[in-house]
């Protein structure tokens, strides 16, 4: 029987780079620290950019972390850090990544933990980061400290202090932020974010916004995308971003939030171009054409997940309620055969009134031979090549808009 060692350095490293950072730790202490194999190994995590450490990963094993911290700090660019102690982290700081640009710490939520302490750690060790998640019980000391810090998500750190944020805002050109906050600091937050006039993506986990402090937030000049919670008063700033933005609003996608909202809230955005809707199921007994005809100047749809229409005849009152749709997407949908008991003679009327063809993506494989025969005009493309999965960036009863800044 051939023995591993024996396998040229390109099978080795195919071989470890196949097993997870455990299993890959196990073999580094079980080689000699001069043999070929354990050089494989540390030639492995230098080849990875991305590396996830969690608190059990280097638990009791100061050696390995030392061995394994020696090996990444040269090449590592995106790391990611899960409860660690302090003891560990005390073992990093002797490191420093010049590389890292993204970095996620979700801090220990233990009572004691200081993880302000942990944080002044993470600057010193990865001083030219752009892109940082924290969680935990942060107070946000030390952050504003990150001189090249473009994007910053503090929406875990439950206990980030007023001051501190301010000072975030006042020293640092954020283009991305996410953000949550207690309603009695509202007030201090929202004037904050509006002095980042470099801000081009904001992100809101909260309960309340008072009226007089929507447009501070939707006037930043740069701002091009904001994605918002599904809560109590959103259609009261749908009304206001319609009021005062609703010719820039271009693109929406919607995830379990679009069927609460009614017909003349969405009509303020009157000039939107895109939109998705991600599994909102149960939603059958809404006429889908009475949303899109709010939306006069549509030109891409994107359905996933979504069982709207007991038949496809509602896919053609939607195309005859958008003259400008070209792409129509329909995902992750399972159509059965009574989806295609539809009226041929209405599907060819409609189209027949188009001046361009329409492209119909369809990501239905067992029912491609079926849609093919079916759905059949001149002014209907079908494609049934795989399109980006819209909900792995969208979570659940959210909304993201995406708007023209009023500064290119």
């Known amino acids: 029987m051939t023995s591993i060692v024996s396998l040229n350095e390109d099978c080795l ?40 450490i969690h608190r059990e990963t280097f638990d009791d094993r100061p050696e390995l ?48 933990a200081d993880v302000d302490s942990e944080v002044e750690i993470l600057l010193h060790c990865f001083p030219l980061v752009e892109s ?7 107070s946000g000391r030390y952050i504003d400290q990150f001189r090249n810090l473009r994007r910053l998500d503090l929406q875990l ?28 600091d509202e007030d201090a937050y929202v004037r904050a974010i509006s002095t980042l006039h470099d801000l081009e993506e904001l992100e809101l986990e909260i309960v309340h916004l008072a009226p007089e402090n ?12 904001l994605r918002i919670h599904n809560f109590d008063q959103l259609d009261d700033l749908l009304s206001e971003i319609g009021r005062l933005r609703g010719q820039d609003v271009v693109a929406a996608t919607c995830k379990d939030s679009i069927w609460t909202r009614t017909p003349g809230v969405l009509a303020k955005l009157h000039n939107l171009r895109s939109l998705t809707i991600i599994d909102d199921e149960g939603c059958c007994a809404i006429d889908f054409s009475i949303i899109v005809n709010c939306f006069p100047r549509l030109e891409q749809i994107h359905l996933e997940n979504s069982r709207i229409w007991p038949n496809a005849d509602g896919i053609w009152d939607v195309v005859d309620a958008c003259p400008h749709l070209t792409d129509f997407t329909i995902s ?74 009023k500064l290119s």
Not at 166 to 178: D, P
């Open 13 to 52: 490293l195919q071989i470890v780079e196949f097993l997870d950072i455990e299993e890959q730790l196990q073999l580094w202490q079980a080689t000699e620290s001069t043999s070929r194999l354990n050089s494989v190994v540390s030639y492995a995590w230098q080849r990875q950019s991305k590396h996830s």
């Open 65 to 112: 972390l030392e061995d394994f911290l020696q090996a990444i700090r040269s090449s590592v660019v995106e790391l990611t850090l899960n409860y660690l102690p302090m003891s560990q982290l005390e073992l990093w700081r002797k490191h420093v990544f010049p590389n890292i640009r993204e970095l996620y710490y979700m801090g220990d939520e233990d009572g004691d």
């Open 132 to 138: 940082i998640g924290l969680g935990g019980n942060c």
């Open 157 to 184: 750190c439950w206990f980030l202090s007023t001051q501190c944020f301010e000072n975030i805002c006042r020293n640092l050109s954020l283009q991305s932020l996410n953000i949550q906050w207690r309603r009695a």
């Open 214 to 225: 929507i447009p501070q937030l939707i006037n930043l000049p740069k701002l091009r995308k």
């Open 332 to 405: 992750n949908m399972v159509l059965y055969e009574e989806f295609f008991a539809f009226s041929a003679s209405t599907m060819n009327r409609i189209l027949d009134r188009r001046e361009k063809t329409l492209v119909m993506h369809l990501n239905e494989n067992e029912m491609e031979s079926l849609i093919c025969e079916r759905f059949v005009h001149p002014k209907l493309k079908l494609s049934f090549e795989p399109t980006s999965d819209a909900s792995s960036s969208v979570p659940e009863e959210w909304m993201e808009l995406e708007l023209l800044p």
